[in-house]
T-cell receptor, first 114, second 113 residues
Framework: AQSVAQPEDQVNVAEGNPLTVKCTYS??????LFWYVQYPNRGLQFLLK??????LVKGSYGFEAEFNKSQTSFHLKKPSALVSDSALYFC????????????FGQGTTLQVKP | SAVISQKPSRDICQRGTSLTIQCQVD?????MFWYRQQPGQSLTLIAT?????????ESGFVIDKFPISRPNLTFSTLTVSNMSPEDSSIYLC??????????FGQGTRLTVV
């Protein structure tokens, strides 16, 4: 069965410091991986994706993620956090049956303090 | 990227009633989905909305409780029927075209009292 794990319920960082939000996955075949962000009272906004190609993927708002096949991880990173980055982050993997369905991790709340 | 409009954005409903949520995409899309996000939880897929045919429901979700329509490639509705407080959630519409990322509406925050 396919699954996504986000081991941290919450990540706290100081503004200006680098941030990492962790994600590991379990899929059959090649994974299609995504990161989304949810601000309070808002829907999900797409940040970045890995389908194929370079393992380091750059996305919106200065975020990037590194696909690591051997560790089955897809951690979200940003070199310098902003207070406005504080939100709920979801890692997701597309269902291997190619139906387009997404399987989400449980989410990680990022808190950036000034 | 597709823009998805979802309405209502929020509602407070009496138990036993039904609410229909509308999802409009600004371009034709191959696939549309409905997800539920219970308070403090992640997103769970309810069903895939199939154009011109019955939706495909995930385990734990049934058509009688969550009837879905998709009359064309840009529009879908989800009805939450015979509501109970346990149905209080955020319901999100999603659309996908080809081998791309899925986009989401802003969600409908439903409170059942």
């Amino acid at each position: 069965a396919q699954s996504v794990a986000q081991p941290e319920d919450q990540v706290n960082v100081a503004e200006g410091n680098p941030l990492t939000v962790k994600c590991t996955y379990s899929v059959s075949g090649n994974p299609y991986l995504f990161w989304y962000v949810q601000y309070p009272n808002r829907g999900l906004q797409f940040l970045l994706k890995y389908i194929t190609g370079d393992n380091l993927v750059k996305g919106s708002y200065g975020f990037e993620a590194e696909f690591n096949k051997s560790q089955t991880s897809f951690h979200l990173k940003k070199p310098s956090a902003l207070v406005s980055d504080s939100a709920l982050y979801f890692c997701a993997v597309r269902d291997a049956s190619n139906t387009g369905k997404l399987i989400f991790g449980q989410g990680t709340t990022l808190q950036v303090k000034p | 990227s597709a823009v998805i409009s979802q309405k209502p954005s929020r509602d407070i409903c009496q138990r036993g009633t039904s609410l229909t949520i509308q999802c409009q995409v600004d371009s034709q899309v191959t696939m549309m989905f409905w997800y539920r996000q219970q308070p403090g939880q992640s997103l769970t897929l309810i069903a895939t909305a199939n154009q011109g045919s019955e939706a495909t429901y995930e385990s734990g979700f049934v058509i009688d409780k969550f009837p879905i329509s998709r009359p064309n490639l840009t529009f879908s509705t989800l009805t939450v029927s015979n509501m109970s407080p346990e149905d209080s959630s955020i319901y999100l519409c999603s659309a996908l075209e080809g081998n791309t990322e899925a986009f989401f509406g802003q969600g409908t925050r439903l409170t059942v009292v």
